[in-house]
């Protein structure tokens, strides 16, 4: 070996070996030495005299070692774990090939070896990450959906295959029509191409849906663009079935509307006929009848009716006891589907009204059938399940009202219903008279949530509102004012229990109305939300912890990798420049495009971990987001930061920082914007972040043009006891500015 080529061995950053089909070494360079944590070649060379069994992780790794390169004659990229000399474990690729002697029998193996347990990690980390991921996907209660813009469904959770009812086989690389009836796919997919395209999908909204067979649900649903620069742009959807809840609301109204008819009447037509007429608000019930059993008992008489023809009527006005209709009711559940003789009975006469499906109601009170209840239906064949339950909850009211007739027992009895039904639910129902000064009922679940007797609610109608945390209460008060009420409310605010423990409360209100459509009272449910506040936070925070240790081992690990492989093509451009051979210019171009890599490398390292954050503070860590935008859009990004305040909340500092980060990459992508300013002062009371652009503005409804990134920007802010507001800029364009009392930081 010559003396130039001997130093290049001793010297190079990689290692380089030979080693005998016996497995021990012939030759090795000291960076091998360093890899398998030895002092020198010789002391590796003397300490390891069987590979297989001394260095090799799994034995079996080197066997397949010898076959492989004996069969191919070299080896590249071959990946095993080694033990290093004190007995820890790293990972190596080895490239090599086979040296013959004369006689063409295996002298020897030489190659080169390189450490990759630093790539190892981070793919364990990533793979890790990937699966903590998943495992939230899949364990989260609420259905989500992942399509594209084409409307092709990406990926669903257990949850949505369960709302839907299909498995996850029937949806993922399917159209996102396939859960919903056939004839309506050329429609659903359209609307969702339009809205997709202009990025106008409501970001929250409540809609009813129907499902392939006929299900009927009501859902609350978000929408989330998720937009990676490099992929295409991705609708993330997440479903809550509400349908429950809504029933309960509509129960509660009919309910009222009954009851306000009750005390102004003991007239029973008059009562019948508004049985009808609330169960005719019910979906897909389009007439019916009330069948009353006559007093001398000789069958059931039909004393009300409505949607439906005289020549009808007058073939069904009557059932005498002994029918088999009479017989099928008789202490009996609510009938959907008829035995098949019957049903062949009555189909014909059904046919010639045009009523598909037929549900017969019992109407029993205290075991005992005082009549019937018949309901038609012109679109299903069986009345649909959400409507079974509203309907058989007016059902057993009614069956009391046509007993009592007196307008104070029917209440009465109404009420008794009403509390069973709401005092069974988790979350805290309340109903107020319109000026919101007397409560009228408040159901246990308060005491549990409030921590506070519903005695004490009852007593000081405002009790509830004195425990609303001080920063949230003037914003809670605004919104519960009669006029506020009367337009309803969704709100989130914190509650301190007597114990002093903070809680989440949701709160929705809706008005609810009399037969003329005044409002005549408030009522609303109210519900523990703060473990899925805890969720979100750890979710942020995961986030910002994977985010950080992928950027700290780019650095420490393929920036590395980089810069030694830079200094390798450029010792190899000086050696081919004194020759000038046809290759000089390949290997300058190589070196140009690793030159290009290792800036590329540290720049995502540091947007992913920003070492100035935690080293230097917010404001170096914002000049530094602000030099990396100018470098990576070309348009003018500077800060200006009166104070240098250094945050002693390490995690204030970073939410402060990544609603920047947000803000300004919006206004990179989004905007068209010349100029983005970040702005970072310090007054006595508060620190106040600023970030301006002068591009294009606000779109005309702020609302659908929120993503994912925005509802980050929001959490963040509210972490800090803050509200993060975004406008139009003095003389266009956008600022976002987020306000933090200084006693947070």
């Known amino acids: 070996m010559g003396a130039h080529y001997h130093s290049l061995f001793e010297q190079a950053a990689e290692g380089f070996f030979q080693t005998t089909p016996e497995g021990y070494f012939l030759l090795a360079n000291p960076a091998l030495a360093r890899i398998n944590g030895y002092e020198s070649p010789a002391e590796m060379m003397a300490c390891l005299t069987n590979l297989a069994e001394q260095h090799y992780v799994n034995p079996e790794d080197r066997a397949r070692f010898l076959r492989e390169i004996q069969r191919r004659g070299s080896l590249q990229g071959f990946?095993?774990?080694?033990?290093?000399?004190?007995?820890?474990?790293?990972?190596?690729?080895?490239?090599?090939?086979?040296?013959?002697?004369?006689?063409?029998?295996?002298?020897?193996?030489?190659?080169?070896?390189?450490?990759?347990?630093?790539?190892?990690?981070?793919?364990?980390?990533?793979?890790a990450s990937e699966k903590r991921l998943r495992l939230t996907w899949e364990s989260s209660l609420d259905g989500m959906r992942l399509a594209d813009g084409d409307g092709r469904v990406v990926m669903v959770n257990n949850a949505f295959c369960r709302l839907v009812q299909k498995p996850r086989e029937d949806l993922e690389g399917r159209m996102m029509s396939v859960p919903y009836p056939a004839d309506r796919a050329e429609e659903i997919l359209g609307k969702h191409r339009r809205r997709f395209a202009d990025r106008s999908l409501p970001p929250h909204q409540e809609t009813d849906v129907v499902l392939w067979n006929g299900r009927r649900l009501v859902l609350e649903l978000s929408n989330s663009f998720l937009e990676i620069p490099g992929e295409p742009a991705l609708l993330l959807s997440v479903y809550?079935?509400?349908?429950?809840?809504?029933?309960?609301?509509?129960?509660?109204?009919?309910?009222?509307?009954?009851?306000?008819?009750?005390?102004?009447?003991?007239?029973?037509?008059?009562?019948?006929?508004?049985i009808l007429e609330l169960m005719g608000r019910i979906h897909g019930v389009e007439g019916g009848g009330v069948y009353l059993e006559n007093p001398?008992?000789?069958?059931?008489?039909?004393?009300?009716?409505?949607?439906?023809?005289?020549?009808?009527?007058?073939?069904?006005?009557?059932?005498?006891?002994a029918s088999a209709?009479?017989?099928?009711?008789?202490?009996?559940?609510?009938?959907?589907?008829?035995?098949?003789?019957?049903?062949?009975?009555?189909?014909?006469?059904?046919?010639?009204?045009?009523i598909l499906g037929l549900a017969v109601v019992p109407l029993q009170h205290e075991g005992r059938l005082v009549g019937v209840l018949n309901l038609a239906s012109r679109c299903y064949a069986e009345m649909p399940q959400a409507s079974r339950p509203l309907i058989e909850a007016i059902a057993s009211q009614a069956a009391s009202v046509i007993v009592r007739i007196q307008a104070e027992q029917r209440l009465a009895a109404s009420e008794q219903r009403f509390r069973q039904v709401v005092e069974q639910v988790r979350e805290v129902f309340w109903m107020r008279d319109l000026g919101m000064e007397q409560l009228l009922y408040i159901s246990p679940a308060y005491e549990t949530i409030w921590g506070r007797s519903c005695a004490s609610a009852y007593?000081?109608?405002?009790?509830?509102?004195?425990?609303?945390?001080?920063?949230?209460?003037?914003?809670?008060?605004a919104m519960t004012t009669p006029d506020q009420i009367s337009r309803q409310y969704d709100v989130?605010?914190?509650?301190?229990?007597?114990?002093?423990?903070?809680?989440?409360?949701?709160?929705?209100?809706?008005?609810?109305?009399?037969?003329?459509?005044?409002?005549?009272?408030?009522a609303g449910f109210a519900e523990d939300v703060t473990q899925y506040k805890h969720m979100e936070r750890q979710i942020l925070e995961i986030s910002d912890r994977e985010q950080a240790r992928v950027g700290q081992d780019l650095h420490d690990g393929l920036c590395q990798q980089l810069v030694s492989a830079a200094f390798d093509i450029n010792r190899l451009v000086q050696r081919l420049a004194t020759r000038a051979p046809p290759e000089t210019g390949l290997a300058e171009r190589i070196a140009a495009l690793i030159d290009q890599s290792i800036t590329e490398s540290r720049r995502l390292a540091r947007g992913l971990y920003p070492v100035k954050l935690e080293t230097e503070g917010l404001a170096a860590a914002l000049e530094e987001l602000a030099a990396a935008t100018?470098?990576?859009?070309?348009?003018?990004?500077?800060?200006?930061?009166?104070?240098?305040?250094?945050?002693?909340?390490?995690?204030?500092?970073?939410?402060?920082?990544?609603?920047?980060?947000?803000?300004?990459n919006n206004a990179v992508k989004h905007s068209g914007a010349r100029h983005v300013t970040v702005h970072l002062n310090a007054s006595a009371r508060e620190l106040r972040l600023e970030i301006r652009d002068d591009g294009r503005g606000m779109p005309p409804n702020p609302g659908?043009?929120?993503?994912?990134?925005?509802?980050?920007?929001?959490?963040?802010a509210r972490s800090l006891g803050s509200v993060m507001a975004i406008g139009p800029a003095p003389g266009g364009g956008t600022v976002v500015s987020c306000c933090v009392p200084l006693d947070r930081l």
């Open 79 to 127: 990946e095993t774990e080694v033990y290093r000399k004190d007995r820890t474990r790293t990972w190596i690729s080895i490239t090599a090939h086979v040296v013959r002697d004369a006689t063409g029998r295996v002298r020897c193996f030489e190659g080169s070896v390189q450490d990759i347990s630093a790539r190892k990690r981070a793919e364990a980390a990533l793979a």
């Open 492 to 522: 989130e605010y914190r509650i301190v229990r007597p114990d002093g423990a903070l809680r989440w409360i949701r709160d929705r209100a809706f008005p609810v109305r009399n037969a003329r459509g005044e409002v005549v009272r408030v």
């Open 325 to 354: 209709g009479r017989k099928l009711v008789q202490g009996q559940p609510p009938l959907y589907a008829f035995p098949e003789a019957l049903r062949q009975r009555l189909e014909p006469l059904l046919a010639e009204e045009g």
């Open 240 to 274: 809550r079935d509400v349908t429950a809840r809504k029933q309960g609301e509509i129960l509660l109204q009919l309910q009222h509307d009954l009851t306000s008819v009750l005390s102004r009447t003991a007239d029973l037509e008059l009562v019948l006929a508004k």
């Open 296 to 321: 001398d008992g000789t069958g059931f008489q039909l004393a009300a009716h409505r949607g439906v023809s005289p020549e009808f009527v007058a073939r069904v006005a009557f059932y005498p006891a």
């Open 704 to 716: 659908a043009a929120t993503s994912m990134g925005m509802h980050i920007m929001s959490y963040r």
């Open 459 to 477: 007593a000081n109608p405002r009790s509830w509102q004195e425990c609303i945390h001080p920063d949230d209460r003037v914003r809670i008060a």
């Open 630 to 664: 100018r470098a990576r859009a070309a348009i003018a990004c500077e800060t200006r930061c009166s104070s240098q305040l250094r945050l002693a909340n390490h995690a204030a500092a970073t939410h402060l920082y990544r609603i920047a980060q947000e803000a300004v």
